[in-house]
């Protein structure tokens, strides 16, 4: 029983991050980050960022992953991998263009993509973070986003696509318990209905990708990746990282 009220738990954790993802502020004023921090302030010691990383999914998976850290134009390959997974600390403007934490410099999300996933999702955080280091703004990010998904430089994801989320040391939102432990799952653009997602009962999410034609599925986790038990007060805030 316990285990399940951490689950739900979780699970409405999620609900309010996908709600929030979906509302537009109606001024920039009232949002926690209108605009971009000074670029240092989402950088991290190289060797903890690889750390971080590597924290996205069991060590069985990310021991031999490739790992990529953010260099000075884009993300960068750090240590080279021998499974076919790819894993990197996403940092907040991997986020929809419509979330008010859209800047955060205060986000590290460890995430690890499986190799469907590194071939078809990883191109549109490269894309984004390519821009963001360029100085864009949002607007040209979302323009630039969706110019690539008009021309087919980006699509749809690829058959399997699977995100592991499962870092215990994850800082994805100030909302308290700033965590989240999940599994995504990214599909070409559908009704999430066909899941069961987003319905009371159900411990698994959605949301549409603002420029992409893209379905993301969100799938709660009761251990972290190393397995210990996800518990009520189980998230990132307990615990510390070099930025």
């Not at 991998?81 to 205060?106: D, I, M, Q, T, Y």
């Not at 986003?145 to 800082?171: H, N, Q, R, T």
Request: glycine content about 6%.
């Amino acid at each position: 029983m316990r285990t399940n009220r951490i689950v739900w738990r979780y699970a409405a954790l999620l609900a309010v991050l996908c709600a929030a993802a979906w509302r537009m502020q109606a001024q920039d004023a009232k949002q926690p980050y209108p605009s971009m921090a000074p670029i240092e302030q989402y950088r991290m010691d190289r060797d903890a960022e690889i750390a971080l990383a590597r924290t996205a999914a069991p060590a069985s998976i990310s021991k031999d992953a490739e790992v990529m850290v953010m260099g000075q134009k884009n993300y960068e390959i750090a240590v080279e991998g021998k499974n076919g997974f790819v894993c990197l600390v996403g940092r907040a403007w991997l986020a929809p263009f419509g979330s008010p934490e859209f800047w955060n410099p205060k986000n590290r999300s460890p995430e690890c993509y499986n190799p469907p996933a590194a071939l078809s999702v990883l191109p549109y955080v490269m894309k984004t973070t390519g821009m963001v280091l360029a100085g864009l703004s949002k607007t040209q990010i979302f323009d630039g986003i969706k110019a690539a998904v008009d021309k087919k430089e980006l699509g749809a994801p690829a058959s399997g696509s699977l995100i592991y989320m499962m870092s215990k040391e994850a800082y994805l939102t100030d909302r308290p318990p700033h965590n989240l432990d999940h599994l995504m799952f990214d599909l070409p653009r559908m009704d999430g209905a066909a899941w069961g997602a987003n319905m009371d009962g159900t411990p698994i999410y959605y949301q549409q990708w603002d420029t992409a034609p893209i379905t993301e599925f969100y799938v709660v986790m009761g251990a972290w990746s190393d397995g210990t038990p996800v518990n009520a007060d189980g998230n990132s805030a307990s615990h510390s990282h070099t930025h």
